[in-house]
């Protein structure tokens, strides 16, 4: 969710809560909107499971840490999946769509800054909306 901050002068700033993930975490639908950065290796961030009360939710989730020192987990609920695709230059990544099944940004090809942006379109379908660097699905 984006925050508006009105100055003395009555000009509107819009901003975008962020957070810094540094430990496995299960985020709650409630955080639909904010931003994820994860400088840490080897963390599992799960996603929440998708209802028709939550269906348009949207994560974004950052690689801040240094390049080929991160991998980061996006775990969905064993009912959802993710499906879409991050064009890259090499080859694309696509995520199969197959239900619990995770989303991984690679640690050998990390880069600061690669991410992806999630959003609920089904009540068991996480789509790609936006993205940078090499991801995969989990075999």
């Not at 009555?10 to 962020?18: C, E, G, I, T």
């Amino acid at each position: 969710m984006s925050t508006t901050i009105t100055t003395s002068k009555d000009v509107l700033y819009s901003r975008v809560k962020q957070n810094t993930i540094s430990a496995d975490t299960t985020l709650a639908a409630n955080q639909s909107g904010e931003e994820f950065n994860v400088a840490t290796d080897a963390l599992t961030i799960t996603l929440p499971q998708i209802s028709s009360e939550n269906i348009g939710m949207e994560f974004l989730v950052r690689n801040t840490g240094a390049d080929a020192n991160n991998i980061i987990t996006l775990s969905p609920a064993s009912t959802d999946g993710i499906n879409g695709t991050i064009a890259n230059a090499a080859a694309d990544s696509v995520a199969s769509g197959a239900v619990d099944k995770d989303w991984v940004n690679t640690k050998s090809t990390s880069n600061k800054g690669d991410f992806v942006k999630l959003r609920a379109v089904s009540t068991t379908a996480w789509y790609i909306i936006d993205g940078v660097g090499i991801w995969a699905s989990e075999a």
